[in-house]
């Protein structure tokens, strides 16, 4: 067994991300394991880029309220204690609501070539409103 160090808090790039955003490493992919886990935490209206993952992600909210939104419009709250699956593939972006922070674990499995993210454009201030309006 091994204590994982930890780790200085970074501010997330803003070329992924809307609005102020922070996360410290919890945990590294390490061979022969490809699981990752970072901490991350969304100042009110922060949010992710669209993205996915080619194997998939599991979100834990720990602190405040948030969403995560798929393409097919799919909105889900995310509060305390939540978790959040998205499948292999498939588009989405998270994030906190006007008002609250919102913090949460991303947990994902990378592949040999990286943590099999893809970056995509950012969430539009219309697209954030709508996913707050239902």
């Not at 880029?49 to 194997?55: A, C, K, M, P, Y």
């Not at 994030?95 to 970056?119: K, N, P």
Request: hydrophobic share 30%; net charge negative; glycine share 10%.
């Amino acid at each position: 067994m091994e204590l994982d160090p930890r780790t200085p808090t970074a501010k997330a790039p803003a070329e992924r991300f809307t609005g102020e955003v922070y996360l410290n490493i919890v945990h590294p992919a390490r061979e022969p394991s490809r699981l990752s886990a970072a901490l991350v935490r969304f100042t009110p209206g922060a949010r992710t880029n669209w993205h996915s993952h080619v194997l998939g992600q599991t979100l834990v909210c720990t602190d405040g309220e948030g969403v995560v939104v798929g393409r097919d419009g799919t909105v889900i709250r995310l509060r305390p204690g939540d978790s959040v699956w998205t499948p292999p593939g498939e588009e989405h972006w998270h994030g906190s609501v006007d008002g609250q922070l919102m913090c949460h674990y991303a947990l994902l499995e990378g592949t040999a070539e990286g943590d099999g993210t893809t970056w995509l454009e950012p969430v539009t201030d219309d697209q954030y409103r709508q996913a707050h309006s239902d």
